[in-house]
């Protein structure tokens, strides 16, 4: 069982900080890599031929422990939207088929379909929830498996809903796309690193993660899975370093057609990112350390009084077995004045994100008792 972090992290003290799920605060061991690598850039022959290839390699390695798959099938992408991107160009999508989302879902996860489908003569399913709070993670997933039918081509979802935490079943919801022979393509940002997720078992057929997130890893860099309906892809922009042979520097210009093995070729250009490498490898090490079980638990014990006390105050708030202990939304009660909800909140420095009708409240291992007191004592005001 883990103890609070807090002393692995930057945080100003008498900040109650409970907004991972907007961005991490920065590990201690991921701002000395970074200081580390920017110092090292100062004599440019300092970084060597495999200094291209080792720090995407090893980062591979990590994330495939992460999610259990094999670190030859992880791309280096610089974001959510450019990974989906990748998949989009390369999907069979015709006319009158369907691709299905759940309703609010982040954007990054959205557009690309809207676009594709317009293109392909194509409709896209937004899965909206139930207007009821009880029973509501439940009942959305039971919609979401009726939406995918013979028409459908693709199920573009997250592990857990970026808004309120409403965690989608989608190990049921992959086999049902299975079934009708769609894809299913999973957004990870807001909860690989902070919960469990088994590539064997919810067989996607791309995961893509943000690494700034629950992944505590640097901006503008991230991570995407690809299954083996990828191989001989397109991918997004033709790499010299997504070559096959590419580590020899003296033959670059003997163009090769073929691209290094596995999903190498779907990585962005200047994967190497000499600064931002070894940031995400110390974040993606911290991350393993921890362990997403034992963040789960963590959140969980810390917030369980929180939780009992909102729903007294009237918000409702989704069954334990419904959403991620990491991240929850708590949805106020009617004739409830959002405004000195947020006065309460400043005034006690308390820093939560408000999405649609929930306020969304994202622990992790570096918040303890007073963060959550700080913000029972907001709700109470």
Same mark, same amino acid.
């Given at each position: 069982?883990?103890?609070?972090?807090?002393?692995?992290?930057?945080?100003?003290?008498?900040?109650?900080?409970?907004?991972?799920?907007?961005?991490?605060?920065?590990?201690?061991?991921?701002?000395?890599?970074?200081?580390?690598?920017?110092?090292?850039?100062?004599?440019?022959?300092?970084?060597?031929?495999?200094?291209?290839?080792?720090? !995407?390699?090893?980062?591979?390695?990590?994330?495939?422990?992460?999610?259990?798959?094999?670190?030859?099938?992880?791309?280096?992408?610089?974001?959510?939207?450019?990974?989906?991107?990748?998949?989009?160009?390369?999907?069979?999508?015709?006319?009158?088929?369907?691709?299905?989302?759940?309703?609010?879902?982040?954007?990054?996860?959205?557009?690309?379909?809207?676009?594709?489908?317009?293109?392909?003569?194509?409709?896209?399913?937004?899965?909206?929830?139930?207007?009821?709070?009880?029973?509501?993670?439940?009942?959305?997933?039971?919609?979401?498996?009726?939406?995918?039918?013979?028409?459908?081509?693709?199920?573009?979802?997250?592990?857990?809903?970026?808004?309120?935490?409403?965690?989608?079943?989608?190990?049921?919801?992959?086999?049902?796309?299975?079934?009708?022979?769609?894809?299913?393509?999973?957004?990870?940002?807001?909860?690989?690193?902070?919960?469990?997720?088994?590539?064997?078992?919810?067989?996607?057929?791309?995961?893509?993660?943000?690494?700034?997130?629950?992944?505590?890893?640097?901006?503008?860099?991230?991570?995407?899975?690809?299954?083996?309906?990828?191989?001989?892809?397109?991918?997004?922009?033709?790499?010299?370093?997504?070559?096959?042979?590419?580590?020899?520097?003296?033959?670059?210009?003997?163009?090769?057609?073929?691209?290094?093995?596995?999903?190498?070729?779907?990585?962005?250009?200047?994967?190497? !990112?000499?600064?931002?490498?070894?940031?995400?490898?110390?974040?993606?090490?911290?991350?393993?350390?921890?362990?997403?079980?034992?963040?789960?638990?963590?959140?969980?014990?810390?917030?369980?009084?929180?939780?009992?006390?909102?729903?007294?105050?009237?918000?409702?708030?989704?069954?334990?077995?419904?959403?991620?202990?990491?991240?929850?939304?708590?949805?106020?009660?009617?004739?409830?004045?959002?405004?000195?909800?947020?006065?309460?909140?400043?005034?006690?420095?308390?820093?939560?994100?408000?999405?649609?009708?929930?306020?969304?409240?994202?622990?992790?291992?570096?918040?303890?008792?007073?963060?959550?007191?700080?913000?029972?004592?907001?709700?109470?005001?």
């Amino acid at each position: 069982m883990l103890s609070c972090q807090r002393d692995l992290v930057h945080l100003p003290d008498g900040l109650h900080y409970l907004n991972c799920a907007y961005m991490a605060p920065l590990l201690r061991s991921v701002e000395e890599a970074g200081i580390a690598a920017l110092r090292r850039r100062h004599d440019p022959t300092a970084i060597t031929p495999d200094d291209f290839f080792s720090g !995407s390699e090893t980062v591979r390695g990590l994330f495939a422990r992460l999610v259990g798959c094999d670190a030859r099938r992880v791309a280096i992408v610089p974001g959510v939207a450019y990974a989906m991107a990748t998949v989009a160009k390369n999907v069979r999508l015709r006319s009158g088929q369907n691709v299905v989302v759940a309703h609010g879902q982040f954007p990054s996860n959205v557009y690309g379909w809207r676009k594709r489908c317009d293109e392909a003569g194509a409709s896209l399913r937004a899965v909206a929830p139930p207007e009821a709070a009880e029973g509501r993670g439940r009942e959305w997933n039971a919609r979401l498996l009726e939406a995918i039918d013979a028409g459908t081509a693709l199920v573009a979802l997250g592990n857990v809903h970026w808004a309120d935490g409403t965690r989608f079943d989608l190990a049921r919801i992959g086999e049902r796309a299975r079934e009708v022979g769609a894809l299913l393509v999973v957004d990870g940002t807001q909860s690989v690193g902070a919960m469990p997720f088994d590539v064997a078992a919810v067989r996607p057929d791309a995961l893509v993660c943000a690494s700034y997130k629950w992944l505590c890893g640097p901006y503008s860099l991230g991570l995407a899975y690809y299954d083996e309906r990828f191989d001989g892809a397109d991918p997004l922009e033709e790499t010299w370093l997504g070559r096959l042979g590419s580590q020899d520097f003296t033959r670059l210009v003997e163009y090769q057609d073929a691209y290094q093995p596995g999903a190498a070729r779907f990585d962005m250009s200047e994967r190497s !990112s000499f600064m931002l490498m070894p940031m995400l490898i110390a974040a993606l090490e911290q991350v393993l350390a921890w362990g997403p079980a034992n963040v789960q638990g963590y959140c969980a014990d810390l917030t369980r009084g929180l939780i009992a006390e909102a729903r007294a105050l009237g918000y409702a708030v989704e069954d334990e077995a419904g959403r991620g202990a990491h991240l929850f939304g708590l949805r106020a009660p009617a004739g409830a004045d959002p405004a000195r909800l947020q006065d309460a909140l400043r005034e006690r420095r308390v820093i939560v994100s408000l999405r649609g009708d929930a306020v969304r409240v994202a622990p992790n291992v570096y918040n303890d008792e007073d963060d959550v007191a700080a913000l029972a004592d907001a709700l109470r005001g």
